[in-house]
């Protein structure tokens, strides 16, 4: 069976009403009328010979034959994209822009020092940073929204069609000010008395406060007390560091400019233990500034004596 193939734009259409489930909030995106809009998906479904979606009258949901074209046309319109892109850089060095999409602790601790090492190899580049969740970061590196994303590699961060790079091993820890009462505990902190203090919450991380809670049950302590929640990562190591609140999360930031001032407390086992790196679409690797960037990020981690992984791909 042979039939047209459709162009870049009529893909490009078809992604956008998918990814806003409808034609409404489509159109608005990609700035032409409905009508214009409603006529490029009708004409791609003649060419496939198939319904691509289901509309209703809140919007549209991908039939099964549009869901398999979906995830192709995603991939397509990202590869020419890259195509471009990877051209420019070769022709010029200059005007290039790196998309990095990285947790909050990698982005406060290791993206500001590997920042200037870039840029000393690379002056004319430049770097667009931006942090969130992992759920949202990877979504974002999956449609094409960011070039690189830097944090925990975890089940949920590997996707088919990109390469997943583990650099370095890190853990969660219970971090306290350097005068609270526990920083004085010589071995293991009894996890009884853990719970007699106060937690600041970092609340873009749900998944690490759970680890917490289990932690704690295992060994029959009630869980910890929660008496504040913010989403900057600022505000929970100053709030532990000026007072008697604890703060439960990556041990990276004790050994950074903004965890000054904190001590990782000591406990019978590492409570989590997981791998950091960096994920990104397949062959981006090879352009020279992506991989310079993601070399100055290890050199970093090496500068500072975490603990390093034999780097590995997946």
């Given at each position: 069976m042979?039939?047209e193939?459709?162009?870049?734009?009529?893909l490009?259409?078809?992604?956008?009403?998918?990814?806003?489930?409808?034609?409404?909030?489509?159109?608005?995106?990609?700035?032409?009328?409905?009508?214009?809009l409603?006529?490029?998906?009708?004409?791609?479904?003649?060419?496939?010979g198939?319904?691509?979606?289901?509309?209703?009258?809140?919007?549209?949901?991908?039939?099964?034959?549009?869901?398999?074209?979906?995830?192709?046309?995603?991939?397509?319109?990202?590869?020419?994209?890259?195509?471009?892109?990877?051209?420019?850089?070769?022709?010029?060095?200059?005007?290039?822009?790196?998309?990095?999409?990285?947790?909050?602790?990698?982005?406060?601790?290791?993206?500001?020092?590997?920042?200037?090492?870039?840029?000393?190899r690379?002056?004319?580049?430049?770097?667009?940073?931006?942090?969130g969740?992992?759920?949202?970061?990877?979504?974002?590196?999956?449609?094409?929204?960011?070039?690189?994303?830097?944090?925990?590699v975890?089940a949920?961060?590997?996707?088919?069609?990109?390469?997943?790079?583990?650099?370095?091993?890190?853990?969660?820890?219970?971090m306290?000010?350097?005068?609270?009462?526990?920083?004085?505990?010589?071995?293991?902190?009894d996890?009884?008395?853990l719970?007699?203090?106060p937690?600041?919450?970092?609340?873009?991380?749900?998944?690490?406060?759970?680890?917490l809670?289990?932690?704690?049950?295992?060994?029959?302590?009630?869980?910890?007390?929660?008496?504040?929640?913010?989403?900057?990562?600022?505000?929970?190591?100053?709030?532990?560091?000026?007072?008697?609140?604890?703060?439960f999360?990556?041990?990276?930031?004790?050994?950074?400019?903004?965890?000054?001032?904190?001590?990782?407390?000591?406990?019978?086992?590492?409570?989590?233990?997981?791998?950091?790196?960096?994920?990104?679409?397949?062959?981006?690797?090879?352009?020279?500034?992506?991989s310079?960037?993601?070399?100055?990020?290890?050199?970093?981690?090496?500068?500072?004596?975490?603990?390093?992984?034999?780097?590995?791909?997946?």
């Open positions: 042979s039939f193939v459709p162009n870049l734009t009529l490009k259409h078809f992604v956008t009403v998918a990814e806003d489930k409808g034609i409404s909030k489509a159109a608005k995106r990609l700035r032409i009328s409905q009508p214009a409603s006529k490029n998906v009708k004409r791609l479904e003649e060419m496939l198939t319904r691509l979606f289901e509309r209703h009258s809140s919007g549209a949901d991908l039939t099964p034959t549009g869901q398999a074209f979906f995830n192709r046309a995603q991939i397509i319109g990202l590869e020419y994209e890259h195509a471009v892109q990877e051209i420019r850089n070769l022709l010029s060095e200059q005007d290039a822009t790196i998309r990095v999409a990285a947790g909050p602790v990698w982005s406060s601790t290791i993206l500001p020092p590997a920042a200037s090492r870039f840029h000393r690379f002056p004319r580049h430049r770097l667009s940073v931006q942090t969740p992992v759920d949202q970061l990877i979504e974002d590196l999956r449609l094409g929204r960011v070039d690189i994303f830097a944090g925990a975890i949920k961060s590997r996707l088919p069609g990109f390469t997943s790079r583990r650099v370095a091993k890190a853990q969660i820890g219970i306290c000010a350097e005068h609270h009462p526990l920083a004085k505990v010589e071995g293991p902190v996890p009884m008395e719970v007699k203090y937690f600041v919450s970092f609340n873009l991380n749900r998944d690490v406060l759970k680890m809670s289990d932690w704690l049950k295992e060994r029959g302590a009630p869980p910890a007390r929660y008496l504040l929640e913010t989403s900057s990562l600022f505000t929970c190591a100053e709030l532990a560091r000026s007072g008697d609140y604890l703060f999360e990556s041990t990276m930031v004790a050994s950074s400019p903004i965890g000054h001032g904190l001590k990782v407390l000591k406990t019978d086992k590492e409570i989590f233990q997981y791998d950091l790196g960096f994920v990104f679409r397949e062959g981006m690797d090879r352009l020279p500034a992506h310079g960037l993601m070399k100055a990020m290890v050199e970093v981690f090496e500068n500072k004596g975490l603990r390093t992984a034999q780097s590995a791909a997946e």
